[in-house]
């Protein structure tokens, strides 16, 4: 699906949604759990945090500071359970948690392309204007964004159905980069399979007032068409950095995004209404289904895959607020999101 057609698919379902039943129980979170604009700290600190062994490490994402991995070894090219806990449930924390690095949406190559005989060098890259001219680098540290700016990215495809659903025209147009980006081939045929996106997005005011929007753009492992693009965080993903061009960055979409998708924290029911928006999202492309609220009472279960049982490595999860499973390369694979997790 091109961007465009995602985005049309956003609006269609921002003027039509309905609630739909998807096996999602009322009671996944007690109500006294959450308030509006702080993150809890009730049963799912305690329990969660309980049944913790000792010996548990807590493995935090070093790109991220209110989203932590709860499992040792995660690895989003093999994987089947991701598990991560999140301090305050805004929704750009919960679509990073949900979104980021998660092996459920690895897609199986489409393409072997060809390394063309001049590769391009990463400095030059701008993607037809979507970067800014000489901004591209592999290193995030080499952008002028503050520490406590690097650490707060969001998702770039749910952050931008979110702005489609406030507003299609503000959304298309901040939008606009990421269909350049993944429109480039190298020349290497007509397939339909993306050879790089955008995948995290970072905003900062410059220094002039204006909001400059900088972007995580990752190859996939089997491009090579770049000469300096490196993988700095070591998961198989050839990544670099760069600034969107200016005349993409709306600056009511970049503040919209900054205080309401990622400044304002979700109640229970927000909550229980996201999952049911991402079930229904990821439906289609990875078959999958909210687990009802008996097998998310406590996991792993009697009845949980085995693969649940060897990636938490003795971990007990009790009620996580999201629990979702799919299929989408024909074995099961998991989502566990845990809300206001102590810790350790």
Known sequence: MTWKRYLDASRRQALARTVVAVGVAACLMPAAAMGAGRA?????????????????????????????????????????????????????????????????????????????????????????????????TDDLSDTPLTASERSHPMSWRPAMQYLAEWDYDEGSAFAEPGWLIEDEKWRDGDGSAAYQEITRLFLRRGARGAFEAWVEVEFKPWVTSVDGATDGDGDGFPEFFGRLDPRFVREAAARRLLDDYAGRALSAHDIRAWERDLVEDWYGPYYASAMDASARQVVPNVDSDPDVRAELGGMVLSGPAVAIRAEPHGRPMYTFLVIGCARP
Request: proline share 9%; aromatic share 6%.
């Open 40 to 136: 809890p700290r009730t049963m799912y600190t305690r329990t969660v945090s309980a049944a913790r062994p000792a010996t548990h490490e807590w493995h935090s994402d070093p790109q991220h500071d209110a989203v932590h991995h709860l499992t040792a070894n995660y690895d989003r090219r093999g994987s089947s359970v991701l598990v991560r806990c999140v301090d305050t449930p805004t929704r750009a924390n919960l679509d990073f948690a949900a979104w980021d690095r998660n092996a459920m949406r690895a897609a199986t190559p489409a393409q072997r392309p060809t390394r063309p005989s001049a590769a391009p060098a990463l400095r030059d890259l701008t993607f037809g204007g979507a970067l800014a001219p000489g901004s591209a």
